[in-house]
């Protein structure tokens, strides 16, 4: 596992340092770290996975696979590349992301202008897109954690990141 949100958590609000070395919290949050994130995506193995809970609608699990997922190194700034999308979590949020290095509080490395800065609007480390900040914002806790198009509604109640075995 890579990430898991369960409740919209101020834990996502780190460090530079903290992401790349991974958190947890004893309600279940959690990241695994971006250097270790790095070490295991590089090696082509692995694809990503969202399992993704609605706000409105907890009955029902949404999923988002993407089939190549890699993130660069830390002197990269932990570059994002995601293709090849598959699920039923309706847009494919993360894909507008792709290219995007991962900005934290301390270090942000968005392409927005610093009075636009997305991880102090957004309040989470993650990568954040070009065009838009985020149209998939699950480490953050400021107006809520949301997959963009998700058809149950885009404010979720849980969010988990895996990798897996290609």
């Given at each position: 596992m890579i990430?898991?949100n369960?409740?919209?958590?101020r834990?996502?609000?780190r460090?530079w340092e903290?992401?790349k070395?991974g958190?947890?919290?004893?309600r279940g949050?959690?990241?695994?770290?971006?250097d270790?994130?790095?070490q295991?995506t590089?090696?082509g193995?692995?694809k990503?996975?969202?399992?993704?809970?609605?706000?409105?609608?907890?009955?029902n699990?949404?999923?988002?696979?993407?089939s190549?997922?890699?993130?660069?190194p830390?002197s990269s700034?932990?570059?994002?590349e995601?293709?090849?999308?598959?699920?039923?979590?309706?847009?494919?949020s993360?894909?507008?992301?792709n290219?995007a290095?991962?900005?934290?509080l301390d270090?942000d490395?968005?392409?927005?202008?610093s009075?636009?800065?997305?991880t102090?609007?957004r309040?989470g480390?993650?990568?954040?897109?070009y065009?838009?900040?985020?149209?998939?914002?699950?480490?953050r806790y400021?107006?809520?954690?949301?997959?963009l198009g998700l058809?149950?509604?885009?404010?979720?109640?849980?969010?988990r990141?895996?990798?897996?075995?290609?």
């Amino acid at each position: 596992m890579i990430q898991q949100n369960v409740n919209g958590s101020r834990i996502f609000s780190r460090s530079w340092e903290e992401f790349k070395v991974g958190f947890s919290d004893s309600r279940g949050n959690y990241w695994l770290g971006n250097d270790l994130l790095s070490q295991l995506t590089r090696s082509g193995r692995y694809k990503l996975r969202f399992d993704l809970q609605s706000r409105s609608n907890t009955s029902n699990w949404y999923y988002a696979e993407y089939s190549t997922f890699i993130v660069q190194p830390e002197s990269s700034n932990y570059r994002l590349e995601v293709y090849g999308y598959s699920g039923n979590a309706g847009r494919d949020s993360l894909s507008e992301q792709n290219g995007a290095m991962f900005s934290t509080l301390d270090r942000d490395n968005d392409q927005k202008s610093s009075e636009q800065c997305c991880t102090a609007a957004r309040s989470g480390g993650f990568w954040y897109g070009y065009r838009n900040c985020c149209y998939c914002c699950v480490n953050r806790y400021y107006n809520g954690f949301q997959w963009l198009g998700l058809p149950g509604g885009r404010l979720l109640q849980s969010s988990r990141m895996w990798l897996q075995c290609n």
